[in-house]
């Protein structure tokens, strides 16, 4: 039996429309939900990727760690411009522009593996980034929209949690892979042939019951269909009012999350190599060990936000982020650097999962996917971005690039404070309730 759900909803500042939509079964959700799995299982496999074949890459290269902090800084401005990627999915459906992500982010991958040189594998890594980070996002609009309000926290976790098999079977074959002939250009081959499959499997999905209900009133003449002009101007929807408020501190939270973040998966593989002398083997397997800790605290991120609410839930986790990272910079035994990094996997995927919920909870249908890109992909990912260049370049002056690391700790204790002061709650609300017609 199917149940209908009807509602006001805010399309943008000035419009709203009472829309009517079906919701879907239980079936078809998890059935959705497996289809959208490999958004992040393919960045769980890109990002470990990056993350363990720094050294090589840097080795190839012959790269310093400024230029390694800045080629980051580079390939992730590419997830920055996924923004006006996934603002499409506003306008033409989140089943379009998800169909088209994968091939493009696949493409890029292929020309990732055949660069020559660290200006085409930058250029190449930052394109892919805009495939994959828009991926990303427009699946977790999809969850939030097509999930009840009592599931929805566990259904974004789910998506998150699935990243661990794409880390782990990075973490599995690089220890094999990176020392071939292949080397670390083997690791991006091995992910090409998955994503042409995934894209055949995504046949069998459906646009989101929201926003078919939004298209059919469209073309009904009820709501009258953006222009390339008020396509733009969507763009900026969330930064006015009363989005603009939500918008800054959605920003912040996750550029507090990415400056523990992004200097880890970023350095940790150069560090534990380059200044500790582990070996590839080793390497492989302390990610895989960390992502798997990183799945445990995603799934009880989503359990806790579930039941004790989405800011004590945040604020526990990023504190537990900010400490952890800050330790694993400070550590110098194998063990200890091992447990460090397992426990800030497990705090800063958690804290990026009740992120996720507040960014995908906070904005109207019409502009939902367009806000949480906007908070996300762009605003949200400075520190992220630029966390690791800072690191790179102070780690002469303070001695190491371990101290200056540690330094980024900081971040989610901050964003700790921000949660508590300043985020709503939203456990129990439907989308309507939490995104009201603007006044």
């Not at 504190?319 to 063990?335: K, N, Y």
Request: aromatic content about 12%; charged content about 15%.
């Amino acid at each position: 039996m199917m149940d209908t759900g009807r509602s006001t909803i805010a399309l943008n500042e000035n419009v709203s429309a009472e829309l009517t939509w079906t919701l879907p079964s239980r079936r078809y959700l998890w059935a959705m939900v497996a289809m959208l799995m490999s958004a992040t299982i393919f960045e769980g496999y890109d990002i470990t990727i990056f993350h363990l074949c720094t050294p090589d890459i840097a080795r190839t290269f012959h790269m310093t760690d400024t230029a390694v902090g800045a080629m980051a800084a580079v390939v992730r401005f590419g997830g920055i411009l996924s923004f006006f990627v996934v603002s499409l999915a506003d306008r033409y459906g989140r089943k379009t522009v998800i169909s088209y992500t994968v091939l493009c982010y696949a493409f890029f991958t292929l020309m990732t593996a055949l660069s020559k040189g660290v200006g085409s594998f930058t250029l190449f890594q930052a394109s892919a980034q805009i495939f994959l980070a828009a991926e990303f996002g427009v699946a977790i609009t999809m969850v939030s929209e097509e999930f009840p309000d009592d599931l929805r926290g566990r259904g974004i976790a789910i998506l998150h949690m699935v990243a661990f098999l794409g880390v782990a079977a990075a973490g599995l074959l690089y220890g094999v892979v990176a020392p071939s002939h292949w080397g670390w250009r083997g690791m991006y081959f091995l992910g090409i042939l998955p994503m042409l499959l995934v894209a055949l499997l995504r046949r069998g999905l459906r646009e989101t019951a929201r926003f078919q209900a939004l298209r059919v009133a469209r073309a009904a003449g009820k709501i009258q269909a953006a222009g390339f002009r008020q396509y733009l101007h969507n763009c900026v929807t969330p930064l006015s009012k009363p989005y603009r408020g939500r918008l800054i501190l959605i920003a912040l939270l996750w550029n507090s999350v990415g400056l523990a973040g992004g200097p880890t998966i970023t350095f940790f593989s150069l560090y534990a190599k380059r200044d500790h002398h582990w070996s590839s083997g080793q390497i492989g397997f302390a990610i895989v060990a960390a992502y798997l800790m990183a799945t445990i605290g995603t799934a009880l991120c989503g359990y806790l936000m579930d039941r004790i609410g989405r800011r004590g839930t945040a604020a526990l986790f990023y504190v537990g982020a900010g400490i952890a990272e800050a330790t694993l910079f400070q550590s110098s035994t194998h063990h200890a650097m091992l447990f460090a990094l397992m426990a800030t996997m497990f705090s800063y995927q958690a804290a990026r999962t009740a992120t996720s919920a507040f960014s995908a909870e906070l904005f109207p249908t019409g502009a939902r996917a367009t806000g949480y890109c906007l908070c996300v992909q762009v605003l949200g990912q400075l520190g992220w971005t630029f966390a690791p260049l800072l690191a790179g370049i102070l780690s002469g002056p303070m001695g190491g690039l371990g101290n200056a690391a540690a330094l980024f700790g900081a971040g989610p204790i901050l964003g700790a404070i921000l949660v508590v002061t300043l985020a709503p709650e939203t456990r129990g609300k439907t989308l309507e309730e939490l995104s009201p017609d603007p006044d």
